[in-house]
């Protein structure tokens, strides 16, 4: 089934913004033995999210076997991020609840619980849980999220050097791009060694290939400490465990 398609065969679905976003959750699920325990839904950027949603809601027969939506969207340069989600999921209910008036229902049959918290679900019918990235009071997508992680390589000193080096030549840094770029000159660095990286690792650049490279691997960067939010939030989605309660 296409990524951007809802497997209506799993009665958990978790709405993602992008390819990159996918990729992530995709592989930690597979890390926590999660994967094939929900869908995953590329909605193609935040504005498809909504409209999915939308699409969602509209099925009333699939809407009743729903036992917990999970929704991840980048924070970007947006501090109102997580309010935007509640917003969308408040137009979602209103939409089934127009269209149920119009077809002679006075009250919706159903709709989303709206959490009050970024990370904290909201018990329903779907029950609902919202993750912000890289964090509910931080700017920036999954590339600044990962960062975090791999930061304290001592690669990372070599990135900023590169990146400091460039506006002495001249070159400005476009800073919606800098995260992004920052990763795949992280990658091109871990790829040419040869004691950290496969000759397969050598054809990886960006950032969905990054989960794949030896050295991540070598590593257990999914035990890292700057991904027990999105580790949780996913025992969360799939176990019914709130957030709060998980050590």
Not at 2 to 8: F, M
Not at 25 to 52: M, N, P, S
């Amino acid at each position: 089934m296409r990524r951007d398609q809802v497997n209506k065969s799993f009665d958990r679905q978790l709405l993602v913004e992008g390819f990159d976003d996918w990729t992530f959750f995709d592989q930690l699920a597979k890390h926590l033995a999660y994967r094939g325990k929900f869908g995953i839904v590329e909605c193609v950027g935040w504005t498809q999210i909504e409209d999915e949603l939308k699409n969602i809601i509209s099925d009333t027969d699939y809407f009743r076997t729903l036992k917990h939506i999970a929704i991840v969207r980048d924070a970007d340069r947006d501090t109102n991020a997580f309010s935007s989600v509640k917003r969308a999921l408040g137009n979602a209910n209103r939409e089934v609840s127009k269209r149920k008036n119009e077809e002679g229902e006075s009250q919706p049959i159903h709709e989303y619980p709206i959490p009050s918290q970024h990370l904290l679900m909201v018990e329903g019918s779907p029950s609902v849980s919202v993750m912000i990235l890289p964090g509910i009071d931080d700017q920036g997508a999954l590339e600044n999220y990962v960062i975090k992680a791999i930061k304290s390589d001592k690669l990372w000193n070599c990135v900023e050097d590169y990146f400091n080096c460039l506006p002495t030549v001249g070159l400005s840094i476009a800073q919606n791009r800098r995260a992004k770029s920052e990763i795949g000159v992280f990658i091109s660095g871990k790829v040419v060694d040869p004691d950290e990286a496969t000759s397969r690792d050598s054809r990886r650049k960006l950032l969905s290939d990054i989960y794949r490279l030896k050295w991540w691997k070598d590593n257990k960067l999914w035990d890292d400490e700057n991904f027990s939010d999105a580790s949780k939030f996913l025992k969360q989605l799939v176990e019914d465990i709130p957030f709060d309660d998980q050590p």
